[in-house]
């Protein structure tokens, strides 16, 4: 019996919500993972994060494994694997010395980067409009760091850092192109990642208390959760009609910060984070007017462990029988 109040949504209004709750998972992960800086070392939330990923893909791959392991860019798995590695580890390692807002909006500069760097190492032509653009995003991050100022600290550099590698690891991804399956780089890179967090972690282990083993496994369940909603989103929707929507993660990290750190942007910092905001979707709409969405604009985030990374943050993930070659090029990962 149909239900007479019960909306028929699109599918692309449903894949909308889905990264509307992807946004809202990724940004109370990073909360988590700021208050968690403060009872263990930063490698154990980063070991986490990790492993709740590569638990979620193993689980939804394993009927296809054997279809899925083989590849043929194995060196291109593992250099991307080393870049997100190391900007989720540098956006971590910011959080748990600057504002939760502040090193969020850094770290959005990432997809103008990703503009920048196709023109550079990929031969990608790159406009006027968008250099400007790019230009503008840096000019933004130059206003949270504020170099030279008396409130600048070193560690307003680490997000950024973690911008740089981020795009380089969309770069690397775009290099591949849609020949292979999205779940085969969505599998290789929580691997590689795993792999090098465990057998660092022991070293740096902090026993943690109940509180803290509780918030490790948050980091674990919010990631691998909000890893889902995008992977749902992109099966339902456009990465061009749902990216813009990741933004909203500046939001979400303005207000974690102040109702759980009790932490107040400045508002040079509102400026600036509203200046990269407001580059990077201008980065989207010409992609999208130019029919290039493959990973310049916010969309470039969408696709798991970046470096919220980030941000998204890999390409995005098909139907799991979905053959290499027709997923779209959504490239690349930033939580």
């Known amino acids: 019996m149909r239900r007479p109040f019960a909306p028929s949504l699109s599918p692309q209004a449903t894949g909308i919500l889905w ?26 939330a980063l070991w986490a994060r990790y492993a709740g990923q590569s638990v979620l893909v193993f689980a939804i791959i394993l009927p ?31 959080l748990a010395r600057i504002g939760l807002a502040e090193a969020t909006a850094i770290m959005e500069v990432a997809p103008v980067l990703v503009t920048l760097g196709a023109a550079l190492f990929l031969g990608e032509k790159l406009g006027r409009r968008r250099l400007i653009a790019i230009a503008v995003a840096l000019a933004g991050a130059l206003i949270i760091i504020r170099p030279g100022a008396a409130v600048f600290t070193p560690a307003a550099l680490l997000p950024l850092c973690g911008a740089i590698c981020y795009a ?23 691997l590689v990642g795993s792999l090098v967090l465990s057998a660092i972690v022991p070293f740096r282990w902090v026993p943690p208390d109940a509180t803290g ?19 749902r989103a992109l099966s ?24 759980f750190f ?12 509203l200046v990269i905001a407001g580059a990077g979707l201008y980065v989207w709409h010409r992609e999208t007017r130019l029919g290039d969405v493959s990973g ?11 470096a919220r990374p980030p941000a998204p943050l890999t390409p995005a993930a098909p139907p799991l029988d979905a053959q290499p070659g027709t997923q779209p090029d959504t490239q690349p990962e930033t939580r």
């Open 168 to 190: 380089g690891y969309a770069l690397v991804t775009r290099s591949v192109g849609p020949g292979e399956s999205p779940w085969t780089a969505l599998f290789y890179t929580g």
């Open 296 to 306: 310049a604009g916010p969309g470039a985030r969408l696709d798991g462990l970046a």
């Open 19 to 44: 990264m509307l709750g992807s946004v809202v998972l990724f940004a109370s992960m990073d909360a988590v993972a700021k208050g968690l800086s403060t009872r263990v070392d930063t490698v154990q």
């Open 262 to 273: 009790g932490e107040v942007p400045d508002a040079l910092t509102i400026l600036g984070a």
């Open 236 to 259: 339902l929707a456009e990465a061009s009609a749902v990216a813009p929507f990741t933004y909203l993660g500046l939001l979400f990290a303005t207000l974690y910060g102040l109702a």
């Open 64 to 94: 296809r494994l054997g279809a899925i392991l083989p590849t043929r860019y194995p060196l291109h798995h593992l250099a991307r694997s080393c870049l997100q590695l190391g900007a989720t580890s540098f956006f971590f390692f910011a």
């Open 213 to 231: 083993w509780t918030l490790m496994a948050m980091i674990a369940a919010l990631g691998a959760a909000g890893q889902f909603c995008i992977i």
